[in-house]
C-alpha cells in the first residue's frame, strides 16, 4: 500500500480518474438499483394445496395429508411441516433450511407427489405445488365495481380487460382477485318438479353429460384433401340448454321426454358466492398486485398506477378503478428519508471536519471521501444484485461519519508534518506513512466485525449479510480513498491552517485548553492506573443495571400510515353473518378522521373461509392526524370489542410483521398433544388465561369449535332391503346440495362450468336433507330419511398439524409500553403450566424469529470479538496488546445502554446491530494511542510512561475528529421524525451514546492499560 500512496502522489491524474471513476459510475449504479423495504432472499418455503370437494376436517387429515406428510418428512433438510385442514380443502407448508436451494426442494417434493399420488382418494382434484415467500403477498390492493353491469358481465370485464391488463405490468408476477366470482350457467333444479316427474339430480346430471358435448371426430383424407370432423352437439346458450330434453330416468328410456326448462331454471351467473370484497364500504372486486421476486416494488407499483390512468378513460360507464391500498408508499417515503439522512449526515460530518482541521481545502479534502465511498459502495451493491433497503441504507447512513476517519487520520497527520515545516510533497508522504499500519488496522479490525455474519443461522443472518456487506465496501473504499487520494490532494494544496474567523479561533483556543487539561489530568491518572481501572470497571458493571430496565422486542412499532383487521365469526358463520359483523366494524373505521381509504373481504384471502373477514387500511399522512398509529389501534380495538362481541376482532401492526412465514403476530407458539379433544380444551383454557394478563391484548386461537354439522349415517340393513348403496346416498346429496359440474358451454371465446343444484328453499337444513330420494338398483326412488339416520353435532371446522402432531397455535400482541421479550415469557410461563405430561408447547413464527435472533446476534458479538482479536494480534505481532485496544468495548456498551434507556428504546434487533458496530468502531481510537505510543517507544526510545504523555495529546485531536464525526453521522437518523425513523433511531442513538462514552473513558483508561501491561506486550508475544 505504501507504494501505492507514492504511486498516486507522484502520478496525481491516476487518483483523479480513480476518484471519478467511482463516483461517475457509483451514481449511474445508484439510479438503477431497485427499492424494497427488505432485502430480496428466497425463504425455502413449498405449499401443497389439496382439494377434495366436501370431505370433512377428519377425512382430510386421515386420507389426504397424513400419506403426504409421511412421504414429505423424509426429505432433506426439512426443518418444520405444518397442515391446515377445514372442509374440502388442506394445505402443507414445508419450511426447509435456509442453506436448501428452493428450487431443487422444489422438484424433490413434486418426486415425492408422484409417489405419494396412488394413495390418495380418486375424487380429489390434482394438489398444486408451489413456493411462496413473505414478498408473495400483494404490495397494493386496487377496486373495481361497476353499478351498470351485470354480475356475471362485470366478472368478465375484470377477467379479461382489467386483471389481464394489469398482470402485464412489467414486475407484476400475480394478481389475487377476491370478490371475483367464476361465471357459470347455472340449472337450479325445482323440488317439487323432480318428485313430480319422480327424477333425481342424478338423472338430470347424466343427460346434460350425454346430450350436450362435443365428442372428436377425426379426419378423412380424400381427393389430396384432409376433412376434419366435429359433432356439433355441445349446446351453446342458457336457451340451448334448457331446451334438452330428459329420455332416460335412472338409465331406463323415458317415453314422454321432459324439457330440462319444465323442472329447472336455466340461468347465466356465477359460481357460488364464497367471498366477496368491498372498497370504502362499497362492493367491488379486488386485485391483489404481487410483484415478481427481485423487481423493484416502488416501480411495481407506479408502473400499475400509470397502467390504470391508461385505462381509465375507454372504462365503461359508471366503472370506479381506484388503488386502496399501497405499501410501497412508506418503502418510498421511508427510503427517500434515508437519503436524506444521508445528505444531512454528511453535512454535519464537514462541519465537524472544518471545526477541527481550520481550513476549507482541508476539510474539503476530507469529505470527499464522502462521496468517494459512498457512491462507490452503490458500484459494489449494484453489481451483487442488492436493493436499496432498510439495511444497505441503515448501513450507508452508519458510515457516512466513519467513512472519513481513515482520511482524517491521514490528513491530521500530513497537516501535522507540514507544520513542522516539510514540503506539501514530503509531508504526503511522511505522514502517510506513518499513520498507514494504525490505518489499517482500524479498518481491517472494524471489517473483521463482519465476517462471522456468514456464519449466522436464519432469516436475519441473510438480511445482515447485506448490512455487512455494504458497512465492508464503504469502509474498504474510504481507506483506498485515505491511502492513495487524499494524500495526493494534501501534495497539491494542503497548507498548515490559519484561523481567521471567530469561530474558527475560538475552537483552536478552545482544543488548546482541553488538550492541556488532558495531558495534566492524564499525569496524574497514570499515577493511580490501579484506581482508574477498577472505578471504570465498577462503571461498567453498574451500568448494565439499565439493561434490565430496557424492553426488548425483535423490532420496534413504526408509524407506517397502514393497518391490518382480522376479523373471525364465530365457527359455521355464513358468509353474510359474517359480512354483516365485518360491517359494523367497516362503518366505524372509515368514520374515523385518521382513515383515508380501505379494502375489505369476506371469505378469506381465497375464498372458502365463510366466518374470516380482513380490513386492509390506509390511514391520513403522519402530519395530517393527531392520533399516532399505535393510538388509533388501541381506539380501534376498544370499540371493536364493543360493535362486534360475539366475534373474534384482531388489530395486527403491519410494522411487527417479522420477517418469518408465520402469522406475523409478535407472541405465536404452538400447543401440541395426541388427543385432538384434550388439545382444544387446553386452548381454550390458555387463551383465557391469557386474555386476562395485563402483558398481552388481540389474543387468540387458530382453533375453531362448534361449526354444525349434519351427519348422514348409513343404516346399512335398510338400505341393503331397499336396494341403494352408499355410494348413491353420497352422490345424490353431493349433487343435490353441493353441486356438480355437468359440463361445459362456450360463450365469447372461453368455457364456462354448467352447475347443477336443487334451488334454494326457506326450511331448516336438515328438513332440506330429509326431501331428496335416492334411486336404488330397481329404477324406484326412495327417501332419504328411509335409509340413513340424520344427526346433528358440533364438530371441527379446522384442524392444524406441526411436524405431524395434532397442534393449535395461538397468537397475541404486546400491550402497550410491553416489551416482546417479557410478553413472551409471561405468556410461555402461563402455557407450560397449564399442559400437562404429553403435551409441549413450542414457540413459532415471529417469536421463534426473535428467539434465534438474539441468540445469533450474540454469537456474532462474540465471534466479532474472536476475529478481531485474531486480526489485530496478527498486526501488531502481539497476543497482548489486542488486550489493551479492546479496553474501549465494554465502555462502548455501557454508554450505548444508557442512550437507549434516556432515548426511550429498546433493545431491538436495530439497537443490537449498532452494538455490533460499535465493536468495530470504538477500536480505532484505541489502534491510535496503542500504535503511535509503540512508534514513540521504539523510534524514541522514550520509556513507556513519557512515551505515553507524549503520545496520547498529540493523538487527541484525531481521536476527537474521528469520534465527532461518527456521532455526526448518526445524529440525522437519531433526530429523524420522518418514515421509518422508529427503525433507524434505536441503532443511531445506541451508536452516538458508545462513542461518547468510550471516547471520554479511552482516552483515560487505554493508557492505564497499556502501561500496566507494557512488560507483556514485547514484540513477538
Known sequence: MSSLSEIAIKRPVFAWMLMSFLIIFGFICFGRMGIS????????????????????????????????????????????????????????????????????????????????????????????????????????????ANDKMSVQDLMIYVRDHVKDQ????PGVGNVWTPGYLKPNLRIWLQEEKLNHYELTVNDVVSTIQSESLEPPGGRID??????????????????????????????????????????????????????????????????????????????VANGVKAKIEKLRPNLPEGSSFEVNFDATEFIKESVGELILTLILAALLTSLVCWLFLGSWSSTLNVILAIPTSVLGTFIVLYYLDFTLNMFTLLGLSLAIGIVVDDAIMVLENIVRHREKGLSRHDAALVGTREIMFAAMAATVSLVAIFFPIALMQGIIGKFLFQFGVTMSAAVLLSLVEALTLTPMRASKFIEPPHRTTRIGRGFEAVYAWLQAHYTRILRRVLQHRWKMVLGSLVFFVLSFASVGALNKEFQPAQDQSMA????????????????????KVEKFVLSRPEVSATFAAVGGFTGGETNTAWIFITMKPKKQRKLSQQEFLQVLR?????????SQPVVQDMSQQGFSAGTGFPIEFGIMGPDWAKLSALSEEIVGKL???????????????????????????????????????????????????????PKGGHRYDVRVRLEDRAVSPIERVKGLKIRNNRGELVPLPAV????????????????????????ANMAPGKGQQEALDGALKIARASVPKGYEVMLSGGAEEFAEAFKGLLFLLLMGLLVAYMVLASQFNSFVDPFTVFVALPFSFSGAFLALLLGGQSLNIFSMIGLVLLLGI?????????????????EGGLPVHEALLEACPIRLRPILMTSMATIAGAIPAALSLGPGAEARAPMSIGVIGGVLVSTVLTLFVVPCVYSLLARFGKKGG
Do not use: C
Open 37 to 144: 423495504q427488505l432485502p430480496n432472499v428466497d425463504l425455502p418455503i413449498i405449499s401443497i394445496s389439496a382439494i377434495y370437494p366436501g370431505a370433512a376436517p377428519e377425512v382430510m387429515e386421515a386420507d389426504v395429508i397424513d400419506p403426504i406428510e409421511n412421504t414429505m418428512m423424509s426429505l432433506e433438510g426439512v426443518k418444520n411441516v405444518t397442515s391446515m385442514m377445514r372442509i374440502g380443502f388442506a394445505t402443507i407448508t414445508i419450511e426447509f433450511n435456509l442453506k436448501r436451494d428452493i428450487d431443487l426442494a422444489l422438484q424433490d417434493v413434486q418426486a415425492k407427489m408422484a409417489q405419494v399420488q396412488m394413495e390418495l382418494p380418486r375424487g380429489m382434484d390434482p394438489v398444486t405445488i408451489m413456493k411462496i415467500n413473505p414478498d408473495d403477498f400483494p404490495i397494493m390492493w386496487l377496486s373495481f
Open 166 to 169: 394489469i398482470t402485464t405490468v
Open 222 to 299: 380424400h381427393g389430396g384433401r384432409e376433412y376434419s370432423l366435429r359433432t356439433m352437439g355441445e349446446a351453446g346458450s342458457a336457451e340451448s340448454v334448457a331446451a334438452i330434453e330428459i329420455k332416460n330416468r335412472g338409465g331406463l328410456p323415458n317415453y314422454n321426454p321432459i324439457p330440462l326448462s319444465q323442472i329447472a331454471n336455466v340461468v347465466e351467473g356465477t359460481e357460488d358466492v364464497v367471498q366477496f370484497a368491498r372498497a370504502n364500504g362499497k362492493q367491488a372486486i379486488g386485485l391483489g398486485v404481487i410483484k415478481q421476486r427481485g423487481s423493484n416494488a416502488v416501480d
Open 564 to 583: 391490518f383487521v382480522m376479523l373471525t365469526a364465530p365457527a359455521g358463520s355464513s358468509v353474510s353473518f359474517t359480512d354483516d359483523r365485518l360491517s
Open 638 to 646: 376498544e370499540e371493536m370489542v364493543k360493535l362486534v362481541p360475539d
Open 691 to 745: 386474555k386476562q394478563s395485563p402483558l398481552l391484548i388481540d389474543v387468540k386461537s387458530d382453533y375453531q369449535a362448534g361449526a354444525p354439522e349434519i351427519r348422514l349415517i348409513p343404516n346399512r340393513k335398510k338400505a341393503d332391503a331397499r336396494g341403494v348403496s352408499v355410494e348413491a346416498i353420497g352422490a345424490t346429496v353431493s349433487a343435490a346440495i353441493a353441486g356438480v359440474v355437468a359440463g361445459r358451454y
Open 788 to 811: 340413513v339416520d340424520i344427526v346433528e353435532r358440533p364438530a371441527a371446522a379446522q384442524i392444524t398439524r406441526k411436524n405431524r402432531s395434532r397442534a393449535i397455535t395461538i397468537t
Open 922 to 938: 470504538v477500536k480505532k481510537n484505541s489502534i491510535l494511542l496503542v500504535d503511535f505510543t509503540h512508534r514513540k517507544r521504539e
